[in-house]
């Protein structure tokens, strides 16, 4: 479906002209209908599907007919993160390019007592769209700024990382200050129970549009080593000390592992920086634009930059951890090959997480091609899933002949044309 099949604005389709977005993605097209018909949203599907657009130009095309207060704030757009809000608040200012009655402000820590001001100012006086973190919106709110009475929509974006940071409280203190016919719009990659939970709370008989998560772009290159646990650091000096590193995002899963990984590869005269929930702001802002313009060649971080971070150009995603499903694993490779360029994804896969890389190749519905160790790291784990206690012990146990059963333990049940959220 083309945008100019859709019932937006007049200046929100110049916008798109302008910026060449000629055909919706599927997100897009099955969203914007609902959201401008009034109806509560709830949204999964990936990133690179175009979220943003789908949320941001309905909105914008509502507030463009001017039905709605001035110098009131009208939309309430949640983000988990700074940088998340500023890509978002980037987006929209080439989606409201020509609604010059239509004003926004970011709204996030991390900040010296000047900006402070600037969003005091700005909620103060109504913005019309408001983009901001939970817990820096919250301050606000407390001590006055700004009146929510009259917030015709709100928008959850990135749901399922707001919940795994721990805003749960925050996103339903902030929902008890807005009206109670406010349009509420959810959007998340995945969709865990507490997501299904926390819309029950918050929006009222919601569209639910879900899109299956696709496979990575064809053009990454995906390869794996099968190591043990202590062969890892090994195999990173041996994979840099024959070809220097360049765009290249290392992803663990523990912030330990990425300050051990840094301070590795800054042994080895590797320019590279950690990235991870430890910094402050003010380190993390730094050490995002210095991988961004190309004076930190390698970024060694957790899944806080996973998704929703607008990052080109990046040769090569390696996997230090087998990521804990295949959609995170879809997450992190899919940082590089973006804008049909090609990539490569490598990723690490010790024995305890075997069978953990099995379920991710049988959600590719491909093998994942294995490249032998070095041979002076030694022999690698065998690439079959490990038997755990219990299953040697059930091997043994004689057949059941009558009476009482044993016991049995249970098991635990990114120029394109059309926008896109990187």
Same mark, same amino acid.
């Given at each position: 479906?083309?945008?100019?099949?859709?019932?937006? =604005?007049?200046?929100? %389709? /110049?916008?798109? $002209?302008? #910026?060449?977005?000629?055909?919706?993605?599927?997100?897009?097209? !099955?969203?914007?209908?609902?959201?401008?018909?009034?109806?509560?949203?709830?949204?999964?599907?990936?990133?690179?599907?175009?979220?943003?657009?789908?949320?941001?130009?309905?909105?914008?095309?509502?507030?463009?007919?001017?039905?709605?207060?001035?110098?009131?704030?009208?939309?309430?757009?949640?983000?988990?993160?700074?940088?998340?809000?500023?890509?978002?608040?980037?987006?929209?200012?080439?989606?409201?390019?020509?609604?010059?009655?239509?004003?926004?402000?970011?709204?996030?820590?991390?900040?010296?007592?000047?900006?402070?001001?600037?969003?005091?100012?700005?909620?103060?006086?109504?913005?019309?769209?408001?983009?901001?973190?939970?817990?820096?919106?919250?301050?606000?709110?407390?001590?006055?700024?700004?009146?929510?009475?009259?917030? =015709?929509?709100?928008? %959850? /974006?990135?749901? $399922?990382? #707001?919940?795994?940071?721990?805003?749960?409280?925050?996103?339903? !203190?902030?929902?008890?200050?807005?009206?109670?016919?406010?349009?509420?719009?959810?959007?998340?990659?995945?969709?865990?129970?507490?997501?299904?939970?926390?819309?029950?709370?918050?929006?009222?008989?919601?569209?639910?549009?879900?899109?299956?998560?696709?496979?990575?772009?064809?053009?990454?290159?995906?390869?794996?080593?099968?190591?043990?646990?202590?062969?890892?650091?090994?195999?990173?000096?041996?994979?840099?000390?024959?070809?220097?590193?360049?765009?290249?995002?290392?992803?663990?899963?523990?912030?330990?592992?990425?300050?051990?990984?840094?301070?590795?590869?800054?042994?080895?005269?590797?320019?590279?920086?950690?990235?991870?929930?430890?910094?402050?702001?003010?380190?993390?802002?730094?050490?995002?634009?210095?991988?961004?313009?190309? =004076?930190?060649?390698? %970024?060694?971080?957790? $899944?806080?930059?996973?998704?929703?971070?607008?990052?080109?150009?990046?040769?090569?995603?390696?996997?230090?951890?087998?990521?804990?499903?295949?959609?995170?694993?879809?997450?992190?490779?899919?940082?590089?090959?973006?804008?049909?360029?090609?990539?490569?994804?490598?990723?690490?896969?010790?024995?305890?997480?075997?069978?953990?890389?099995?379920?991710?190749?049988?959600?590719?519905?491909?093998?994942?091609?294995?490249?032998?160790?070095?041979?002076?790291?030694?022999?690698?784990?065998?690439?079959?899933?490990?038997?755990?206690?219990?299953?040697?012990?059930?091997?043994?146990?004689?057949?059941?002949?009558?009476?009482?059963?044993?016991?049995?333990?249970?098991?635990?049940?990114?120029?394109?044309?059309?926008?896109?959220?990187?």
């Amino acid at each position: 479906m083309k945008f100019e099949e859709l019932n937006l =604005s007049p200046n929100i %389709l /110049d916008a798109l $002209d302008d #910026m060449n977005f000629v055909d919706c993605t599927p997100i897009q097209e !099955n969203c914007i209908p609902e959201i401008l018909e009034g109806r509560d949203v709830l949204g999964v599907a990936q990133t690179g599907t175009g979220k943003t657009a789908a949320y941001l130009l309905p909105i914008l095309s509502l507030l463009d007919d001017g039905c709605y207060n001035k110098d009131a704030i009208n939309c309430l757009i949640m983000s988990p993160t700074r940088e998340l809000a500023q890509q978002i608040d980037q987006v929209m200012q080439g989606f409201a390019y020509y609604l010059d009655n239509v004003s926004s402000v970011a709204v996030y820590g991390g900040n010296d007592g000047v900006r402070f001001e600037q969003e005091t100012k700005g909620l103060n006086l109504g913005a019309d769209v408001i983009i901001a973190t939970p817990g820096r919106f919250l301050s606000h709110i407390s001590m006055g700024h700004g009146d929510l009475s009259k917030v =015709s929509f709100c928008v %959850l /974006d990135e749901a $399922d990382r #707001m919940l795994d940071m721990g805003f749960h409280e925050d996103i339903l !203190n902030i929902k008890k200050y807005l009206p109670t016919n406010c349009q509420m719009i959810m959007f998340s990659a995945t969709m865990p129970e507490k997501i299904g939970a926390l819309a029950k709370k918050l929006l009222h008989n919601p569209v639910e549009i879900k899109l299956a998560v696709s496979k990575p772009a064809e053009k990454i290159c995906q390869t794996a080593y099968v190591c043990h646990e202590n062969q890892k650091i090994g195999l990173l000096k041996y994979m840099f000390e024959n070809k220097y590193p360049h765009r290249v995002i290392i992803f663990s899963s523990s912030k330990v592992k990425v300050k051990e990984v840094t301070k590795m590869l800054k042994h080895l005269h590797v320019n590279c920086d950690e990235m991870h929930s430890d910094l402050s702001q003010a380190d993390r802002d730094k050490v995002m634009y210095g991988f961004k313009i190309g =004076s930190i060649d390698v %970024l060694v971080a957790t $899944d806080i930059v996973a998704r929703g971070i607008d990052i080109d150009n990046i040769s090569m995603v390696i996997n230090y951890d087998v990521p804990h499903d295949a959609e995170d694993y879809v997450h992190r490779i899919g940082r590089t090959a973006r804008a049909d360029q090609d990539g490569n994804a490598i990723t690490f896969v010790r024995g305890r997480e075997i069978g953990q890389f099995m379920q991710i190749e049988k959600f590719l519905q491909r093998e994942v091609s294995k490249v032998p160790l070095p041979s002076h790291l030694g022999e690698a784990p065998e690439y079959k899933p490990l038997r755990t206690s219990s299953s040697r012990r059930s091997s043994k146990r004689p057949p059941h002949k009558g009476g009482k059963k044993p016991y049995q333990h249970k098991k635990h049940p990114n120029k394109s044309h059309s926008p896109k959220q990187k």
